[in-house]
């Protein structure tokens, strides 16, 4: 008789500070140790940013001159977990959120800025990005969690969750439709990945999330952000966490 295979349900490590304004500013300390870290082990840190609201402060945060002026920028490579199909200086791009947070107040080495050339259109972005990206898997992945479980521009229920491409094109429910992304795939090799939830808006969500991780019933993008390291860290303030 085969033994039937125990198979072992991940802990979540999950960091929850009592407000906003502490998750902003030890997320920021937290990331700019781990860039820093990966850059003293090899040299360099290929970083994926990510885009809506919750990374916001944590960029400015980052940009400040008593945290920026610890991290050897120009060994960054910054790259970006989603983008939306619009131009770059738009509202809603994602690389512009983090042109104006962020890589605007830092010496970056320009050749280090691997945007997604959404503008191109989604399908033709995601074939050029994943030739960006390389073989080579990302250091550290920075994502934040949508309301209905969502991360990167990876929606539930969407058909290429389970691809085997690094980066995909996807439609979002909600403008700007048009996305690029990087796919579980990708995330899921990086050394290591940070899941960014603030706000009460998030606390029905993240539980039924983290029930789902524990359950091993994984449905939903954000409870199948697994990376192989086992280093996924989530960082989310008590608003986020009171339905847990
Ligand atoms: C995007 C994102 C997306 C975002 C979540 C959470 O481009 O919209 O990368 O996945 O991180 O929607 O957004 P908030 O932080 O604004 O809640």
């Known amino acids: 008789m085969n033994t039937p295979k125990l198979i072992s349900t991940p802990k979540p490590d999950i960091h ?113 990005y994943a030739k960006t990206l390389g073989d080579e898997p990302l250091d550290i992945v920075l994502l934040g969690m949508g309301n209905d479980g969502h991360v990167a521009s990876l929606f539930p229920y969407t058909p290429n969750l389970d691809t085997n491409e690094r980066v995909i094109s996807t439609i979002s429910p909600v403008p700007p439709v048009e996305r690029v992304s ?24 993240l539980a039924e999330v983290l029930q789902q991780l524990e359950s091993s019933k994984a449905v939903l993008p954000a409870a199948r952000v697994l990376p192989q390291s086992k280093q996924l860290h989530w960082l989310c303030d008590s608003a986020a966490t009171q339905k847990m």
């Not at 512009?96 to 191109?120: C, E, F, G, K, W």
């Not at 899921?188 to 939830?197: D, G, M, P, Q, W």
């Open 16 to 128: 929850c500070y009592e407000t906003a304004n502490a998750l902003i500013e030890s997320a920021a300390h937290l990331i700019a140790e781990r860039i820093k870290q990966h850059i003293a082990d090899h040299g360099s840190c290929r970083l994926a940013l990510a885009g809506g609201n919750t990374p916001r402060p944590i960029y400015q945060r980052l940009a400040r001159e008593d945290l920026a002026k610890t991290i050897e920028w120009s060994c960054v490579h910054f790259f970006w977990g989603d983008e939306r199909c619009v131009p770059e200086d738009d509202s809603s791009s994602n690389y512009n959120m983090a042109y104006t947070t962020l890589l605007s107040h830092v010496p970056v080495v320009a050749d280090n800025v691997h945007r997604i050339p959404a503008q191109q259109g989604a399908g033709a972005a995601a074939s050029r």
């Open 182 to 205: 990087i796919s579980l795939r990708e995330i899921n090799a990086a050394a290591e990945v940070y899941l960014l939830v603030s706000g009460p808006d998030k606390a029905k969500r």
